[in-house]
Nanobody, 123 residues
């Protein structure tokens, strides 16, 4: 049973907008911090954003600050990544990941991952 499923990726023009969703089937969803990571071809997986269990604390990579917004709905077991002013360098496969209790910048600290959704912003 897949515990995290991403959706919402696609092809968008530079300057465009996308909203990614992450649907969770984790039994105690509000015990998990949820992060978005991305990986472009030939590059390492990098952290994009993370949100605390309650949603009261968020953090962002410098490259996306002011353009991306992470949010969550614990009642619906969903996490969202609103992306505006998209750039070609945002092109990557985006993954959501879950970790008990607190955020981390390291992908290795997240034991639960979705399958990813592709975001393409052509130059």
């Amino acid at each position: 049973q897949k515990q995290l499923v991403e959706s919402g990726g696609g092809l968008v023009r530079p300057g465009g907008t996308l909203r990614l969703s992450c649907a969770a089937s984790l039994f105690t969803f509000d015990s998990y911090a949820i992060a978005w990571f991305r990986q472009a071809p030939g590059k390492e997986r990098e952290g994009v954003s993370c949100i605390s269990r309650s949603g009261g604390s968020t953090n962002y990579a410098d490259s996306v600050k002011g353009r991306f917004t992470i949010s969550r709905d614990n009642a619906k077991k969903m996490v969202f990544l609103q992306m505006i002013s998209l750039k070609p360098e945002d092109t990557a496969t985006y993954y959501c990941a879950a970790r008990l209790y607190s955020c981390s910048r390291s992908p290795s600290q997240f034991p639960t991952w979705g399958q990813g959704t592709q975001v393409t912003v052509p130059s």
